[in-house]
């Protein structure tokens, strides 16, 4: 089965913190996610890679970046934190390709709170 | 169809009963849409997905309807049962260029709809 593994399931950080949340995947998927979750809003885009070393932003990318260093590990990184990025953060895989369905694969989600 | 602001759809139905859960999307140039189930305090699952050239697709107990004309999705569950009761969410892919070519993008998701099941 496909595993997506988020590092931290819950996190508190205090305003300005940095704060890394790690994502490492096992099926060798080009594509990678982060997306950020907040009720009545859904799920929205934050950045994407579909290749190591590579990242387009998002609809929301402000506040945030990120590192594909390997293809199996995608990071986002709060450089300073605030209270309006408490949310659940999602991270997911996916195929590139011709044939591949474009299906994301999830991970169980990280929540931070920013106090 | 999807809300705005904080207060999602809701569906309550009987254990048994068919369940119908709608979404509408935005861009007429996506090519590829998928259903996903999110039950509390775990990431969104797969269901069920359908290609632009197609108007319905059946799985096991779900059926998906998309109405390309009005931009209209729709998730059919057959005989709902306790165990489908979690927020479902509709995504639409929009064919990004760098990505492969032709190949899948990125998804969008709509805001989802709270499905509870009752025994």
């Known amino acids: 089965d496909v595993k997506v593994t988020q590092s931290s399931r819950y996190l508190v950080k205090r305003t300005g913190e940095k704060v890394f949340l790690e994502c490492v995947q096992d099926?060798?998927?080009?594509?990678m996610f982060w997306y950020r979750q907040d009720p009545g809003l859904g799920l929205r885009l934050i950045y994407f890679?579909?290749?190591?070393?590579?990242?387009e932003k998002g609809d929301i990318p402000e506040g945030y970046s990120v590192s594909r260093e390997k293809k199996e590990r995608f990071s986002l990184i709060l450089e300073s934190a605030s209270t309006n990025q408490t949310s659940m953060y999602l991270c997911?895989?996916?195929?590139?390709?011709?044939?591949?369905?474009?299906?994301?694969?999830f991970g169980e989600g990280s929540r931070l709170t920013v106090l | 169809g999807e809300s705005v602001g904080l207060h999602l759809p809701t569906l309550s139905v009987q254990e048994g009963d068919n369940s119908i859960i709608n979404c509408a999307y935005s861009?007429?140039?996506?090519?590829?849409f998928i259903w996903y189930k999110q039950e509390s305090g775990k990431g969104p699952q797969f269901i069920i997905d359908?290609?632009?050239?197609?108007d319905k697709r059946q799985g096991q107990r779900v059926t998906v309807l998309l109405n390309k004309t009005v931009k209209h999705l729709s998730l059919q569950i057959a005989a709902t049962q306790p165990g489908d009761s979690a927020v479902y969410f509709c995504?639409?892919?929009?064919?990004?260029?760098?990505?492969?070519?032709?190949?899948?993008?990125?998804?969008?998701f709509g805001q989802g709809t709270i499905l509870t099941v009752h025994p």
């Open positions: 997911a895989s996916s195929l590139l390709g011709q044939g591949s369905t474009g299906e994301l694969f």
């Open positions: 099926m060798d998927h080009e594509n």
């Open positions: 890679s579909y290749d190591v070393k590579m990242k």
């Open positions: 861009n007429s140039a996506s090519d590829y």
């Open positions: 359908i290609r632009s050239n197609m």
């Open positions: 995504a639409e892919n929009k064919p990004h260029p760098n990505a492969g070519g032709t190949s899948y993008g990125k998804l969008t």
